[in-house]
């Protein structure tokens, strides 16, 4: 069974990986000229259930040493005093096993464990989707598929060219997300320096390996801002009329705008779509379930949805309508949880005036004295808020060397689902 995987950043390299396991014949598009490394990108992270799933695929020691080492929040606000938090106590309280990483490190991981078993097809992109799959693409031949699956992010191609305009599912946080690399002035050594204002927050972090940093912007507005999610130099511009006043650190972050090498500017934007399979194109990651940049957790769930897909596909042995059903199935509650928790997120991630402001700074204080034992056992109390994703269960099957077998024994009815005395579950 020949299958196409639209995006090669997290999720289409996670699922190519365990569908070639599995047996699949796999090629993955990507409309990047070459493997996404620009400077190592933004900082995302991995919580306990997607870091069983990288152990299982034999990177994990690789995504550990790739973790960005920043231990320590710096957070100031004009006329006051700074306060500390120390992120490992925040982060423990919230997984038992979490890792920040920086994109595009991530990104490479996984196309290295993956690009001598799965074909890349590099500065291309999906055109056209027929009904018996019949795919056609900008640059090279058109080729048939048995299933197409789109892991090509919250701006999805395929979920356009499938489900209709992007603004029919979307629902918007309230807030903005800017990310750029500048100098390492302030000689950044594991810790992120952040200032607050009402509607704004402006901060600069690094990484352990990293020679400069990155410079992080959050925006809140009344109404939504109106640029195009391509136009980076009209994204630029908005940045400087929002945040031109601010002091501290910020003239200085703003200046390199015009000459940094990597710059990223989106919307807080929620996806919501009830389904995300139609025939036989289904959707991952990003494409299919977005909760929101920076407030819900997308790049682990995004390890933990292509992880789902390629093991029920690999369960119905290519019946994609049963496959995608129970897909759907498993990580739906999931989905809904992730979405109600970005919904809060979003809310409180960018303090809308003095109060907030006030309250923020608070809760930063409180959570520096809080023991950590304290700490763990309160977040525990809330699996559906911080500890949503160490909640979810990933259930996991046992290695085979040879998963052409594998899928031959679905076929027979020897292949157990999911679990069985060879397989473990990892539980909460």
Known sequence: MRILISGASVAGPVLAYWLNRFGFDVTVVERTPAPRKTGGGHAVDLFRPAMRIVEQMGVVDEIRAKATGT??????????????????????????DHVEIMRDDLSEILYNT???????????????????????????????????????????????????????FTTWLGAYLAILSVPNHLALDGAMEMIV??????????AAHMDDARAGFFLRTPQPLDYHHRDTEQQKELLRNHFHDMRWEVPRLLAELDDTPSFYFDSITQLRLDTWSRGRVTLVGDAAYCPGPAVGGSTSMAVVGAYILAGELATHAGDHSAAFAAYENEIGEYVRRSRSFARTAAKTLVPAGRFEVWAMVNAIRLITVLPAPVSRAAAKLNSKGVRLHDSFAVKTTRHSTNM?????????????????????????
């Open 71 to 96: 231990d320590t929040l710096v957070l100031r606000r004009p006329g006051g005093k700074p306060v500390t938090l120390d992120l490992h106590k925040l982060f423990t309280a919230v997984s038992d």
């Open 114 to 168: 993956t690009s001598s078993d799965v074909a890349y097809l590099f500065a291309d992109s999906i055109t056209a989707i027929g009904d018996d799959g019949e795919v056609t693409f900008e640059r090279s031949p058109a080729q048939r598929f048995d299933l197409i699956v789109g892991a090509d992010g919250l701006h999805s191609n395929v979920r356009s060219l499938v489900f209709g305009p992007e603004s029919g």
């Open 197 to 206: 204002d009402p509607g704004r927050i402006a901060g600069v972090y690094s």
């Open 404 to 428: 052409n077998n594998a899928v031959g024994q679905v076929i027979t009815g020897n292949w157990c689902r999911w679990l069985s005395a060879d397989t473990s579950t990892i539980s909460p």
